[in-house]
């Protein structure tokens, strides 16, 4: 099991491009879910999908958008990168709804 | 918003001492976990107890709850250099209907084990 994976691991972009970052898991989670972490701060959720074809907004959504491609794969995208959504990106999972599964984080800085 | 946050911000102990972390948060909750986070890693589970719950114990991790003073508190005894890592709090927000759990993650206490 590769259990929650992260695609890419680094990324530099330049304001106003686009990129999409991939999330899958195989650990038959239900419910899936993408944060940003900023320095000094704990995670701040940024969408999260329940379960297959659904998605929802969290704390922190604007200029983000996802797609819950199937019940493995949740992509966040960044239409148009701005320097305020530099940070590191996680993805995690959950099966029973007590516990999430993290993936590794996506650097992520836009200049 | 921020709902758990965590005493102290950072804390520096020898290997072999107990450090303990608490976190205070504002709302009624279902549950509580605790995740620590190695540096540039994905945040790793630790313990989870539920609102029904005063005290758990897992390995050298225990962890109270003390719901009338909305806080939990993270012991870790006999701590070891590997120990070193930042520790999260984080509180449930039931999404109703759907058995999704929104956690709200504190901003961690820092724990330096000095060999």
């Known amino acids: 099991n590769a259990g929650v994976t992260q695609t890419p691991k680094f990324q530099v972009l330049k304001t106003g491009q686009s990129m999409t970052l991939q999330c899958a898991q195989d650990?038959?989670?239900?419910?899936m879910y993408w944060y940003r972490q900023d320095p000094g701060m704990g995670l701040r959720l940024i969408y999260y999908?329940?379960?297959?074809?659904?998605?929802d907004k969290g704390e922190v959504p604007n200029g983000y958008n996802v797609s819950r491609l199937n019940k493995r794969e949740f992509s966040l995208r960044l239409e148009s990168a701005a320097p305020s959504q530099t940070s590191v990106y996680f993805c995690?999972?959950?099966?029973?709804?007590?516990?999430?599964?993290f993936g590794p984080g996506t650097r992520l800085t836009v200049l | 918003s921020q709902q758990g946050e965590e005493d102290p911000q950072a804390l520096s102990i020898q290997e072999g001492e107990n450090a303990t972390m608490n976190c205070s948060y504002k709302?009624?909750?279902?549950?509580l976990q605790w995740y620590r986070q190695n540096s540039g890693r994905g945040l790793v589970h630790l313990i989870l107890?539920?609102?029904?719950?005063r005290e758990k114990h897992s390995g050298r991790l225990r962890v109270t709850l003390d719901t009338s003073k909305k806080s939990s508190s993270l012991l870790i005894t006999a701590s070891r250099a590997a120990d070193t890592a930042s520790y999260f709090c984080?509180?449930?927000?039931?999404?109703?209907?759907?058995?999704?759990?929104?956690?709200?993650f504190g901003k961690g206490t820092k724990l330096s084990v000095i060999p």
């Open positions: 995690a999972g959950d099966r029973d709804a007590d516990t999430q599964y």
């Open positions: 650990m038959n989670h239900n419910s």
């Open positions: 999908s329940a379960s297959e074809g659904t998605t």
């Open positions: 709302t009624s909750i279902n549950n």
């Open positions: 107890i539920r609102s029904n719950e």
């Open positions: 984080a509180t449930d927000d039931m999404y109703s209907g759907a058995g999704s759990y929104q956690l709200t």
